[in-house]
């Protein structure tokens, strides 16, 4: 699999590839897992307590043929998908433990996609800890529509997208009501995310997008940090951009 990589080793540079951590392994991070070991990431680091339930199945992209009486657990199954997309080449650290930042460790670069308001905070706080931190993205959804927060050390504003638990808010917390093309979409979201911050390109800090009808919504937009590209503009940030692609 020396080819692998071929077509984005011009797009990312390698070298970044080399830590992240998921909070949350079901609907979406099942999907952002098989993503970041697609991607070429070194190590993935993962936390989740939850075993897989039937009604999961409809939901993750776990396969259903993996379900049997000794281990139906959420770390286990992500582990499976990182072997199965990721190969040789990543060292996986999958733990079943629910993440209350005791004794834990997050990675620079960390993603969130747990079921609560209040979990997500704990995954936050400790991420500020770490004087190194560089990029923390909070992905969350309803059955019909998806937020994504994006905070760096450079810029963050996630205190104004976080509610407490059974408050309301245009940012909704994942449920297990939710269709699993919108758990894919904020999945493929987050992760274009944390490829725009590796590479220096622009984003926003908060995305919202409903899917029916299909709007989005976007705020706080950043010129892009890594490459010190600070002189791009809303107005211009793909102005260069090119409309072909290799399939």
Known sequence: ????????????PQEKLNDVTVVGLGGIGSSVIMLL???GFKFIRGYDNDNMEEHNFGTTLYPEIWYNEVD???ASMAEKI??????SNVEIDMQQT?????????????IVCTDSMSSRKIVYNKWLEREDREVFIDLRMDALSMSCI???QGLDKYQDYWFPNGESGQEAPCTMKHTIFCANLI????????FNYLTGRPFYGYIWQGLSPLVIKTEDFNSGE????????EENAYANTNSYSYN
């Open 82 to 87: 990182i072997k199965s997309y990721g190969g």
């Open 187 to 194: 999945s493929g979201i987050g992760v274009n995310q944390l």
């Open 1 to 12: 699999m020396n080819q692998k990589h071929l077509r984005n080793k011009d797009l990312i």
């Open 226 to 233: 890594v490459n010190n590209t600070n002189n791009i503009t």
């Open 72 to 74: 139906n657990s959420k």
């Open 98 to 110: 629910l993440f209350t930042g005791e004794g834990q460790v997050l990675s620079p670069k960390t």
């Open 37 to 39: 070991a697609t991607m």
């Open 150 to 152: 994006t905070a760096t």
